[in-house]
Structures are given as C-alpha cells and as structure tokens.
C-alpha cells in the first residue's frame, strides 16, 4: 500500500523517498487493504492522487492541517485531561472511504430502522400496545432513566420524535455492519465531522477531488427545512436556538460550531425562560419568543420542574410549554429511552410486527440478563461477550470477562446473576481496521463509524458520510475519544460528478437589516468579562514589562529610584502579600506576578481567565479574534519550564512582549472587526472599564506620593501607559507632572487617557437598549456622567501640587471616579444581566460534568 502519507517528524528532514509501511495482513477486515495488503478497488484512485505528492510536500500540508485545527479552536473536553476545554481535537490525516454501492445498502439499513424506532417511541408514549404485547418487556421502560412520563401523551409537530438520529456501526470479521448502538435524545458528533471535512478539504483538495466525494451541506440542508418545518408558528422565518449545557461539556466546541454553521442562536438554560406557556430568550431589548429548541442537553435536565429537580442546564416549565404546542423541541423530550442497549434484542421483532419487513441492518447480537433464557445462554458463553449496564446512567464500564483473572471473572459474573435486570451482554466483536498516521507510518487501529440521519419530509435522509472514531492503540478494544481515541473524515464515494451546493447564502435579493438587539443578556454579560479580562491582561502586562526591562539592565534601588513606585503599583494591581525590600526578592515577587495562577492579579490569573471566557463565547467572535487569543494557549504557569534555574529577566521580558503584542492584536480586530451593534457596545464598555480601574491604580501608586526627583517616575508611568512617544513630541524631555497629568488624565485625545475611557463609556452606555421610561437617565448614565464631568471640570496645575510630599487633588479625584466606575458596572449588571448569578453558574459547573457521565453519548 501506498505510503507518502506520512509526514516528517517535526525536527527531521523529510526523507527522499517515501517510507513504506509494514502495513499488510491484519487479523479480522481492513478497510483500505485486503489480507494480502492489496489497496482495495475504491481507495485506488486515493492513493495515486497521494501517490503525486512527496512526502515533504504531504508533511507540509498536515502540519498547516494541525495549525488549522488549533486556530479555529477545535476542542474536545477529554475530562482529567489537564489541558481540559483547550485540548485539540485528534484527526487522523486519512479518511475513511466508503464505496457507492455500499454506502446504498447503509443509507436503507439506517432509514429503515430510524423509522422503526420512531413507531417505537410513539408507541411507548402513546397507547403503549408493545408493552401490553409482551414485544418489549416492561422492565426496559418504566425503571428506565430515560422514559420520561411527563412526556407520556404529548402531541408533537408532525408526529416526529426523532429530528437528528445517530448510529455506531462496527464491521466484523466477516465484513458485515453492525450497529453496535443507537443515539436517539441528543446524538453528538455531526460537527465534527462537518470541520473535519473542512479540514481535510484544504489539504488534501486533489485527492478529495479524484475521488468524487458526496458532499454534507445538501445534509445539513435539510435538517434546516426539518427544524423549519416543525415550528408551531412563523414557519417562514421562526426562531431556533441550539441550547447546550455549557463550556464545561466535551463537545461545547461542536455547539457553537452548528451553532454558528446553522445560522442558530447558541443559548444555555439561563438564556431563557417560559411566560405564560410559552418559551422566550432574554436579550437586551427585552424577551423574544423561541419557536424551535435544537438541544444537546440531555433528557432529564431540560425541565427541573417536571424532570430532574436538581438540574441548574434546563428551562424551569419547559415540558408544560411543550406539552402546549406553543414550542417545539429536537429530538423530542423522552427519546432517550432507546438507548438503552438492550433494546438491540428485540428490533428483529418489532421490525417484523410494525413494519413487516427483516431486518436490513442487523444489530451486534445482544441479550438482556433479564430474561432467564437468554441468562444462561450469557452465563455459558461468558467469554465470549461484554456486559454492561442495562441503562446508560448506571454508570458502568464495559467489562470484557474473557480477559479478567479467574476470580475477577467469577466475581462478574455472580454480580450478574444477583441482579440479572441490571446487565446487557453483547457479543464481542473483532473490529475492523483502517490505516491510521503514527510515528510517520501507516498502522492499523480499530475503528468505529458514527452515521447521522435527519427527519426529512416523511422519511428520513442519511448524511454522505459521518465520524469515523479510531481506538489509542493496536490493543484497545474500546474506540473512544475520551480514551484517547482520534477521529477521522469518512468520505461517500460517489459514481459520478457530484454537487457543489453549499449553505452559503444565495444569491439574489435579501431583505436588508441592520438587526442586533437580538444578543442574550448571558452573551453580553461573557463579552463584557472578555474585554475586561483582556485589558486586565494588556495592563498587566505592561506595568511587569516595565519593571523587568529596570531589573534587567540594572541592579538595585539606587540605579532605579522609580523602581519602589513600580512596586507600589504592582502591589495595587497583582495584590501580592507585600513587596519585596531588596533585587532577589524583587525579582521573585515579579517573577510570581507573572507565572503564578495562585495570585488573584497576576498575568497567568489574568490570561487563564481571558481564555476561559473566549471559549464560552467563541460562537460571537471572529475567527481572527479567537486566532488571537488561541495564541495565550500556552502561556506558562511554571517558571521551571524554563530549565532549573527557572527564567532569566530576559526570558520573561521577551515573554511580556510577544503577549503584548498578542493583546493588542486582539484589541485591534475588536476595534476594526466588530459592528457597533449590542456585542461590540458591552465589549468596549468592559475594556475602557478596566482600563480606566487599572489607570487610576497606577497613578495612585505612582504620582499621588511622588518622590523628590520625580522624573524617572513620570517616565515610568507614561511608559506603562503607552503615551511617552506623545508626550515626547509635545514637550521633549521636559518632564513635567502638569503635562504627564494633563496627558494621561485629561486629553480625550489620548486613547489611553482615564478622560478617554470614561468618555467611551459614557457613549456606550447611552447607546444600550433600554425599555421606555419617560426622559429620565438610567442609573448607569448618571454615574457616567458624574465621572466623566468630574474629570474634565477638574485642572492639571491643582492636581499636580504637592502638599507634605502628597498630591491631595490627584487623591481625592481617583478615589471618587475609582468608587463610581464599580457601581456603574453594578448598575449595569442590574438593568440588563441581573438573571445572571455566579452560584449558579458554580454549581453548573459541575453538574454538566456530571451530565457528560451520565449520558450514554460519549464521543
């Protein structure tokens, strides 16, 4: 088989000609070569189109592929994985190929049994005839985590349960498909694979060409005009949000992603709420009423009313607002039931009954202990298959008892017969295996296929391709991404030209619009923290530039006499337990301001928290903002990274300076990039906020009590305030305390001056939405107002006298505005984010991680 794939490792030279593999027989099926290690007919054309490329040339493309993946943030959330929501997504750089004719023969095994399961489900909700038969046993549903009561009756749109439907398929040994499971509540994943495509359509455009790939969009097309089509009003245009649990999920990047994709607003449960039966997001200008809810939250946190009482991710009266037909939900509320893997017993059955037909796409054999027979079959052939839990939420591993010591293995399987009820058994299946890249060759992994169908018209449509999971290594029977497993694109041949549709809008007329006062108030509430956050970083960073750049080419206090003033500031702003009296301990108080994420106000604080937000609103920034920010990734938090004797003052002072630069990158797309609609107005408001709090710290600890020779501290301040390069073309190097407070207080022109900022906010909040109310200013106005007024009726002389060594004017203005800018910001809170409480959003935290183990869809 081919073998060019393989890019160079990333310190070596390419090598001249390309590395053939040992990549031949294999045990069991392989999906891109027979036995012998002969390429199969339909990767042909693949391989020849690598064939074309040299291995310095594939090695280049992988590498921009990876830098690709890591700019537009791609991330799974592997929990314990310390790297946690920023850990890259795993793509393998070859795909999984999928011939025409059996593509056909998946796509009408998949449609035949979506519909199945939705005659099951609105069975099992409504007359429930299949249990009274005996067809399914009732110990698979009303103990069943899953089965929903309060669902139990309820009329939908259409009849439709499942909206988005989902399928694991494994190929055997003897080269059939099985389906190893069914995601039917909130099927992860089709994200993914949509990036993945776009990923590997950049590098690999030839081969993706020769081989005559489907594509997705036509896919994600329709389940557009299904989401459309289920709205119970304004069909023509309804509103359809996507509700996620939060930035804590594993797959938090794919709902943004869709999100974004989809032309959907990314909501959380706290974005909306129900009046009068009827569901509404809260935005700035008010409520606006949801037509179609596309969730990835699990069943039983949507509603903690009629649900799950504990869940702080749902909507409180959702079910009741379902139940009235004035909202629409997808997948219905209550389609987690059939996920339980015993069901896979009794689908030959139901198929039978309900549909009159055989089963076209049979089901990995399974057996339910439950059932006495099909006990002792399991308890005979014990190692012959894996037992897991009857339902999801239980909890449990799968357990392979062939491979468990003796005792292990007893013990197993006396578990089993205690509580026969409680366990699926399955046979084991001898996975196939696709070629993936590691350690530049080409080796085998098993590998899983997540297929995706969408509700469409009256049938259903199979997505022309899927997310094709590959295992960690050549032992590992469990293919799973949160043990470490990679994924894969999965490319739909097909035997003829294909589409070139896509959702990009067409062309033609468009209604114009300059709408935007449709943000959610937990959207502005995170881009007001994010632009706070950044210009906390930016400061920061600036004031510890400033005095690594003295440390570094001086050596002590009497060559630096502004350096105790550097210190008092930094005191004030990283709040550091005191400052240090002498150089060494200068420089490790320093040093701890800028690594260590223990101090409340150091940079690694500052920098970690910025991340964390841009996360959460990544579905609202562009993607050059988030390129920005994706390069604070690794910022380090251990200075022993930089060998045992940690860094040296010039190792921090080139790190100060590249995150400078990153910061002011991202200051500047947000001045140049974004509209001036509500995301913008709150953004703007949290960075001249804090950079007007963290101006007002640094003259207090710098010019309020000035030393003798004041001039080195007033070159020191207006370097921490980017303004020297204009106070030196106005004034030379007369240093003056008037002209550097008249600069860095009152000159509007500045754009670092405090008069700036707070003329900026004042702007920005008279621009906010705000309900009608007579001619009265808001709250927030009246304390813009009084802040910026009161700078500018104040004089430069009067600020800059000295009285017993102290600037008593300069004092009592800082300490005024000072107090007012955190009432404003209080203000603010109360008039448009007050829903918003930070317990809450601790203690969801936590429960979207519980709500990842408790969910039988791990990716």
């Known amino acids: 088989m081919p073998s060019s794939l393989s890019p160079p490792p990333p310190d070596e030279e390419p090598a001249a000609e390309p590395v053939r593999p040992a990549y031949g027989a294999t045990r069991g099926y392989d999906e891109a070569a027979d036995p012998g290690g002969v390429p199969r007919p339909h990767w042909k054309p693949f391989f020849d189109s690598l064939d074309e490329l040299s291995p310095a040339e594939l090695g280049r493309r992988w590498r921009e592929a990876q830098h690709l993946i890591r700019d537009n943030g791609v991330t799974y959330n592997v929990y314990g994985d310390p790297r946690g929501i920023s ?7 070859v795909p999984l190929l999928i011939a025409p004719a059996e593509a056909v023969r998946l796509e009408a095994g998949l449609v035949q049994r979506a519909r199945l399961l939705e ?10 005839r299949l249990l009274r038969t005996g067809a399914i046993p009732a110990e698979l549903v009303f103990p069943n985590p899953g089965f929903l009561r309060p669902a139990h009756g309820v009329e939908l749109p259409d009849n439709r349960f499942l909206h988005l439907y989902a399928a694991n398929l494994g190929r055997g040994a003897d080269g059939n498909w099985r389906v190893l499971g069914d995601r039917t509540q909130a099927p992860s994943g089709a994200g993914y694979a949509l990036e993945n495509r776009i990923v590997m359509t950049r590098t690999l455009p030839e081969a993706f060409r020769d081989c005559q790939v489907y594509r997705l969009a036509p896919f994600f097309q329709a389940f557009r005009d299904t989401l459309r089509a289920i709205s119970p009003r304004n069909r023509e245009n309804p509103r359809i949000v996507l509700l996620t649990p939060g930035p804590y999920n594993e797959t938090y990047f794919e709902h943004a992603y869709l999100a974004r994709y989809l032309g959907y607003t990314l909501v959380e449960g706290g974005d909306l709420t129900v009046r009068n039966n009827c569901v509404f997001l809260k935005v700035l200008g008010g409520l606006q009423q949801v037509d179609v809810i596309f969730r990835r939250l699990d069943d039983d946190f949507c509603d903690p009313l009629e649900l799950r009482p504990d869940s702080f991710l749902g909507v409180p009266g959702l079910m009741h607002a379902v139940r009235s037909g004035n909202v629409a939900v997808a997948n219905a509320l209550g389609t987690g039931v059939l996920e339980t893997p015993a069901f896979l017993a009794y689908l030959p059955r139901l198929c039978r009954d309900l549909l009159g037909e055989d089963l076209k796409l049979e089901s990995v054999p399974t057996w339910w202990c439950g059932d006495p027979v099909s006990l002792r079959y399991v308890l005979d052939n014990f190692d012959d298959v894996v037992v897991k839990p009857v339902f999801p939420a239980m909890r449990m591993e799968p357990v392979f008892p062939g491979e468990l010591p003796a005792d292990q293995r007893a013990a197993c399987a006396e578990r089993v017969r205690a509580r026969p009820a409680d366990y699926v058994a399955q046979r084991k299946v001898e996975l196939s295996t696709t070629p993936v890249m590691d350690g530049g060759r080409l080796v085998p992994r098993k590998m899983v296929l997540r297929a995706y169908l969408t509700a469409h018209r009256d049938g259903f449509k199979a997505m022309p391709g899927g997310l094709t999971r590959v295992s960690a290594s050549a032992d590992t029977m469990v293919v799973s991404m949160q043990r470490g497993g990679g994924s894969k694109d999965t490319w739909v041949l097909a035997d003829g030209p294909v589409s070139d549709f896509s959702l990009l809008p067409p062309s033609g007329r468009v209604q114009l619009t300059r709408a935007g006062g449709d943000l959610p108030s937990r959207a502005a509430d995170n881009l007001f923290w994010l632009g706070r956050y950044a210009e906390r970083a930016e400061g920061t960073t600036r004031l510890l530039r400033c005095i690594v750049v003295r440390l570094a080419e001086r050596s002590g206090f009497a060559d630096v006499p502004e350096l105790p003033a550097l210190l008092r500031t930094m005191v004030l702003t990283c709040e550091p337990n005191a400052a240090p009296a002498d150089a060494a301990g200068t420089e ?8 260590d994420p223990a101090y409340p106000g150091s940079l690694a604080t500052a920098v970690r928290a910025l991340r964390r937000v841009a996360s959460i609103v990544r579905d609202l920034i562009s993607i050059d903002m988030w390129r920005v920010l994706s390069g604070l990734i690794d910022f380090p938090t251990d200075p022993q990274s930089y060998g045992e004797d940690g860094p040296t003052p010039a190792d921090v002072l080139d790190l100060l300076n590249r995150t400078v630069i990153t910061l002011s990158a991202f200051g500047g797309l947000a001045v140049e990039s ?20 963290h101006l007002i710290a640094m003259l207090k600890g710098m010019l309020v009590d000035p030393p003798q020779h004041e001039g080195p501290t007033l070159d020191a301040a207006l370097e921490v305030a980017d303004s020297g390069m204009t106070y030196r073309r106005r004034y030379l190097s007369n240093l003056r305390a008037e002209a550097a407070l008249d600069l860095l207080v009152f000159d509007e022109s500045n754009p670092r001056s405090l008069a700036a900022q707070l003329a900026a906010l004042e702007d920005d909040v008279n621009h906010l939405p705000r309900p009608p109310r007579g001619a009265a200013r808001s709250p927030e106005q009246r304390f813009a107002l009084a802040a910026v007024n009161a700078v500018r009726l104040a004089e430069p002389e009067r600020l800059a006298a000295v009285k017993d060594g102290h600037r008593p004017a300069l004092a009592e203005l800082l300490e005024h505005v000072g107090g007012w800018l955190p009432i404003m910001s209080d203000a603010i809170t109360l008039q448009y984010l007050s829903h918003l409480q930070t317990s809450r959003h601790l203690a969801a935290t936590e429960l979207v991680r519980r709500t990842a183990t408790d969910s039988g869809d791990h990716l």
């Open 674 to 693: 974004m509209t001036r609609a509500e995301g913008w107005r709150f953004l703007d408001m949290g960075r001249k906020l804090e950079r007007a709090l």
């Open 87 to 93: 850990r890259p997504w795993q793509l393998d750089p």
């Open 119 to 128: 005659l099951v489900l609105g069975d099992l909700y409504g007359p429930q």
């Open 588 to 595: 490790a108080g320093v040093f701890r301001a800028v690594f």
